[in-house]
């Protein structure tokens, strides 16, 4: 899903990545409790630049994922996935990766040249593709509610708006592995150190390799 919003979009078959993946051990039923094990999938298959981010999605990396984001290019990140494949706080017993490709920022004022307002939602403004524009001003921290990621789960038809503290707080808490897993008699490849070491607080800022100057 990060590959096809890379550009020009990387167009591998899943089951190329799973091979790769299996391959290098890094997995062995198709699950990745490592974020640098992905961080060097994606780097192989895709043809990417990879940037593994740690201590989570706060300062000092919220401004770096907010404009690697507002730049157009794709997060990775492992969270708690609920059953309505938003973020939830379960201690990594419902881990999953999703791809954020997108954010939502609520901002004061109207934006200046290089954006046009939403036809059909007023107040809402989108880049001119092709245009330059001046980065949007990023909301404070502490602001509740103004910062929304676009993003997206594999079982998932459709991308959804998260709230960005509630994929930071479960970005977070990713610290154990299943008891349901533990207990399924299935062979799983968990990194040193376990989901905490392999998960909580990383995440993944995908770029094409051209634009690694």
Do not use: E, K
């Given at each position: 899903m990060a590959g096809t919003l890379l550009s020009p979009p990387g167009s591998v078959p899943l089951a190329r990545l799973v091979q790769v993946a299996m391959e290098r051990g890094y997995?062995?039923?198709g699950e990745m409790f490592s974020v640098a094990d992905m961080g060097r999938l994606a780097q192989e298959t895709l043809g990417c630049q990879v940037e593994l981010l740690c201590g989570g999605l706060g300062s000092p990396n919220r401004a770096r994922v907010l404009q690697h984001l507002v730049t157009g290019h794709p997060l990775l990140l492992p969270y708690d996935e609920d059953f309505n494949h938003e973020p939830c706080q379960r201690k990594g017993h419902k881990a999953h990766w999703a791809v954020s490709a997108g954010v939502l920022l609520g901002v004061h004022d109207i934006p200046c040249s290089g954006y046009l307002e939403d036809p059909e939602l007023p107040g809402l403004f989108h880049p001119v593709p092709g245009t330059p524009c001046q980065p949007p001003s990023l909301p404070e921290e502490d602001s509740p509610g103004t910062v929304f990621l676009l993003s997206k789960q594999g079982k998932s038809w459709h991308y959804q708006l998260w709230d960005y503290s509630q994929v930071h707080d479960s970005n977070l808490q990713l610290?154990?592995?299943?008891?349901?897993r533990a207990t399924d008699g299935?062979?799983?490849v968990v990194p040193a150190g376990g989901v905490r070491a392999?998960?909580?607080g990383q995440a993944l800022l995908l770029r094409p390799q051209e634009l690694s100057h």
């Open positions: 997995t062995a039923q610290t154990d592995f299943s008891p349901s299935r062979m799983y392999g998960l909580c």
